[in-house]
């Protein structure tokens, strides 16, 4: 059966911004646009979405399409009849809802094919965080500024990574941080624990 592009991102852009919450947990909304620090869902302001017509840019990478399908697709490295397919199914458009989709993989250091045959992107924590990394973000995208980080290091004082608190309304949050290395984009800071085993 021929694929209803123009009904699926209809079917999209109603459901928004919810939908673009799970696929960018980073992000925010900010009057028509949902904004946040790229395709793996960072926080930032760099990758805007616009929340009635579906258009997206990256204004760090220059990557961009015209509609949510596209958006999907560059999220979860798919081609866009893949991405239609799993976003219909996610839409419960047609198949079991969620069926297909396979979430951007976090903190493992291997690669996860989607259901389609085409691989997703992979993300590994980075054992060490490089000298030249861009100082790590103090501000979280739901719970503001820390109150404390704490920095873990290794036996010879190199940088493994962060664990940060804050104090919210609903109570004290402990949140870790790592650097990331991400396939085909730069290696960035994410809201992320280590893999098995951790750091002590």
């Known amino acids: 059966m021929a694929l209803d592009f123009a009904a699926i991102n209809a079917a999209a852009l109603a459901a928004c911004p919810e939908i673009l919450k799970g696929w960018l947990p980073g992000g925010e ?10 395709l793996a869902g960072s926080p930032g302001h760099s990758l805007s979405v616009h929340l009635e017509k579906g258009f997206w840019k990256d204004f760090g990478t ?19 009849g893949a991405a239609a397919k799993a976003l219909a199914r996610e839409l419960g458009q047609g198949g079991s809802r969620g069926a297909g989709r396979t979430p951007r993989p976090v903190a493992t250091g291997s690669v996860t094919g989607a259901s389609t045959g085409e691989a997703a992107a992979q993300v590994c924590v980075l054992s060490l965080v490089p000298d030249a990394a861009p100082r790590p973000p103090d501000s979280h995208p739901r719970h503001g500024r820390c109150s404390m980080a704490w ?14 608190r804050f104090d ?33």
């Open 62 to 80: 220059g990557e961009g399409g015209g509609d949510l399908i596209s958006l999907y697709a560059a999220i979860y490295q798919l081609s866009q």
């Open 29 to 38: 909304k900010q009057g028509k646009n949902y904004v946040c620090g790229d």
């Open 151 to 164: 920095e873990y290091r290794d036996q010879l004082g190199r940088l493994l990574g962060r664990v940060l």
């Open 168 to 200: 919210t309304a609903q109570g004290k949050q402990i949140v870790p941080q790592v650097f990331c290395e991400v396939e085909n984009r730069a290696p960035r800071w994410q809201w992320k624990s280590w893999p098995a085993p951790r750091p002590l």
